[in-house]
């Protein structure tokens, strides 16, 4: 079985952990180096067509797809034929008025139609800490409501993915659990579905989740937001007068997909991994993991996840 380093020929790693490593460089050349079919899930966020600049770098919303394209066509080549590709990308409003840009869905299109994923379906990441902005719109003239979902999406490079939900069970309900105990009635709803005793399987380990994560998701790594203010990562961080990275995403997210998707032992990458959250719920989960990202000062910080 191939490490893996061994994966990424002619990169030095900036970081190596047990299972994983983290590489100082442009993603787009570090995926070219990577052997076909040999990546079991590529998890990332790349930074979205905000109108607005960002320190991390964002492209602007009319150049996106185009830009991004070039990456997914990699990514595509890495995976194996049963591997995935999710894709967690946030909207946008449109310069000057309270309309939303459709950037993304633009994207969705162009990884479906021109690099030939299939999109295996839309998933949901609910945000309660995000700011109610734009300001104008939100707070100011009160026309608009707080913007707390972005998108995940899921992609498959095969018909059939590897994927099972037995895994990322949630806890049943307390109204399930007392329906089980009085029993399930045949009936039918005016929706037309069939309620009869196959329903009545409440013992089958938990509740198959919906396609939305937020704060309630379990979690075996950690609990948090993506503000997380407590959390090692940004307290050491903050003792080493280090750069917190501004745009991070929740364990939950990577963690659901991971548990999901893949197995142990498997390669899971991220192209734009920032502080490396995705590897380090990777490590927590016995995967392989391979982090790239350009902004040295983030690398430094998300070392401290590895201590």
């Not at 990308?89 to 299109?109: A, C, D």
Request: with cysteine; aromatic share 12%; net charge neutral.
């Amino acid at each position: 079985m191939d490490s893996h380093v061994d994966l990424v020929n002619g990169y030095k790693p900036f970081f190596k952990s047990k299972n994983g490593a983290i590489f100082h460089a442009d993603s787009l050349e570090v995926m070219k180096s990577i052997p076909d079919n040999s990546v079991n899930l590529v998890f990332t966020s790349p930074p979205y067509a905000l109108h607005f600049k960002k320190e991390y770098g964002n492209v602007s919303q009319k150049d996106y797809v185009e830009w991004f394209v070039e990456f997914a066509k990699e990514i595509k080549r890495v995976l194996t034929e049963d591997g995935s590709f999710v894709l967690n990308i946030g909207g946008t409003w449109n310069p000057g008025e309270p309309s939303r840009s459709i950037y993304h869905f633009k994207l969705v299109v162009a990884l479906v139609e021109e690099v030939g994923f299939r999109l295996a379906q839309e998933t949901f990441w609910y945000n309660p800490a995000k700011m109610p902005v734009p300001a104008q719109w939100v707070t100011v003239k009160r026309v608009r409501v707080k913007d707390s979902v972005e998108y995940v999406f899921w992609f498959s490079k095969g018909k059939h993915p590897k994927a099972d939900n037995r895994r990322v069970l949630r806890p049943y309900s307390k109204d399930m659990l007392r329906l089980a105990a009085k029993g399930v009635k045949t009936t039918v709803r005016p929706s037309g579905h069939n309620i009869n005793e196959s329903f009545d399987k409440v013992h089958n380990g938990g509740s198959i989740p919906p396609n939305f994560i937020d704060e309630d998701t379990p979690s075996d790594v950690l609990k948090m937001g993506n503000n997380a203010a407590n959390d090692g990562y940004t307290k050491k961080c903050k003792e080493a007068g280090v750069k917190i990275h501004p745009a991070r995403f929740p364990v939950q997210l990577p963690e659901f997909f991971i548990k999901m998707l893949t197995d142990e032992g498997d390669v899971v990458l991220d192209p734009f991994g920032g502080s490396m959250t995705t590897g380090y719920v990777a490590e927590g989960l016995n995967r392989r993991w391979i982090g790239v990202d350009t902004v040295e000062e983030y690398l430094d910080g998300a070392k401290f996840r590895f201590e």
